[in-house]
């Protein structure tokens, strides 16, 4: 499995970023997707995920009304739509796919493969 995220930057504080995730290697629309994001000195963070068909979404409070998650399963491919962007959101963000169809609880243990990961700067 492969995964290829895309879409980061540099931004200033209240500005938009709109990442990618195209996934490869086993079927798509079997399995939730989640974005994850790693600052410096910080441990790996759940940002969002959503289930199989797109129906069900789950955001960490950090970020919640702020980000927004979708996929095109015809594409095969989640994103993560980032608006009123701060300065505490830089990081490097993963994409991931998990080993269950439901969106779950934001643990990492439910997700089975990562992508390289796509750096975001918000510039304050």
């Known amino acids: 499995v492969q995964l290829q995220a895309s879409g980061g930057g540099l931004v200033q504080a209240g500005g938009s970023l709109r990442l990618s995730c195209a996934a490869s290697?086993?079927?798509?629309?079997?399995?939730?997707m989640g974005w994850f994001r790693q600052a410096p000195g910080k441990q790996r963070e759940f940002v969002a995920g959503i289930n199989w068909s797109g129906t069900s979404t789950y955001y960490a409070d950090s970020v919640k009304g702020r980000f927004t998650i979708s996929r095109d399963n015809a594409k095969n491919t989640v994103y993560l739509q980032m608006n009123s962007l701060k300065p505490e959101d830089t990081a490097v963000y993963y994409c991931a796919s998990s080993k269950v169809s439901y969106t779950g609880n934001g643990s990492p243990q439910l997700y089975d493969y990562w992508g390289q990961g796509t750096q975001v700067t918000v510039s304050s």
């Open positions: 290697g086993r079927t798509f629309s079997n399995h939730a």
